[in-house]
T-cell receptor, first 111, second 115 residues
């Protein structure tokens, strides 16, 4: 079992839709979680991080963590074609806090 | 915010030659940097953890002699792909985390093509 599981998609939605991206993790010792967005042939850029259970909102993005079920989500409201990218969940682990990534979900928002 | 600069953005080299990729933290010091490899439509695969002033820590299955990592200063780590072969063609990305920051900052990546 992978430490962080994420459905690779692809996910295709119309412009304006609410998008829900999800990951599950297996190790209850993981303490905080990040969501990255990666455009094709670019490095990942940090969207949000969350430390505790609950919701964290930033503009059109909401990150949600449920530590009891080991489930993390990213919601995108009023999705735009510019949101088309791969979204990766990640959590630091180990002595050097190396990031463990999910598989990444490819999202396409069509006009 | 923290910025990581990676150079070159793309490189084409002949089989058997070596290629060096640089990763610089521009506005913070990074005692630890990470090197990833990414295949098309796949997630990032950690290759090694680069530690300033000491040897890098490689992930299982990564050839230390092929992927040489040097972290000689608090703002610079380099990855050298030695005796490159076509199967080394890939997208290489570095990252680092500034002290006090939760998030890790990534470079823009280097696309290596070995012909």
């Amino acid at each position: 079992q992978k430490e962080v599981e994420q459905d690779p998609g692809p996910l295709s939605v119309p412009e304006g839709a609410i998008v829900s991206l999800n990951c599950t993790y297996s190790n209850s010792a993981f303490q905080y979680f990040m969501w990255y967005r990666q455009y094709s042939r670019k490095g990942p850029e940090l969207l949000m991080y969350t430390y505790s259970s609950g919701n964290k909102e930033d503009g059109r993005f909401t990150a949600q963590v449920d530590k009891s079920s080991k489930y993390i989500s990213l919601f995108i409201r009023d999705s735009q074609p510019s949101d088309s990218a791969t979204y990766l969940c990640a959590t630091p682990s180990g002595g050097y806090n190396k990031l463990i990534f999910g598989a990444g979900t490819r999202l396409a928002v069509h006009p | 915010g923290a910025v990581v600069s990676q150079h070159p953005s793309r490189v084409i080299c002949k089989s058997g030659t070596s290629v060096k990729i640089e990763c610089r933290s521009l506005d913070f010091q990074a005692t630890t940097m990470f090197w990833y490899r990414q295949f098309p439509k796949k997630s990032l695969m950690l290759m090694a953890t680069s530690n300033e002033g000491s040897k890098a820590t490689y992930e299982q299955g990564v050839e230390k002699d092929k992927f040489l990592i040097n972290h000689a200063s608090l703002t610079l780590s380099t990855l050298t792909v030695t005796s490159a072969h076509p199967e080394d063609s890939s997208f290489y990305i570095c990252s680092a985390r500034a002290v006090g920051e939760y998030g890790y900052t990534f470079g823009s990546g280097t696309r290596l093509t070995v012909v």
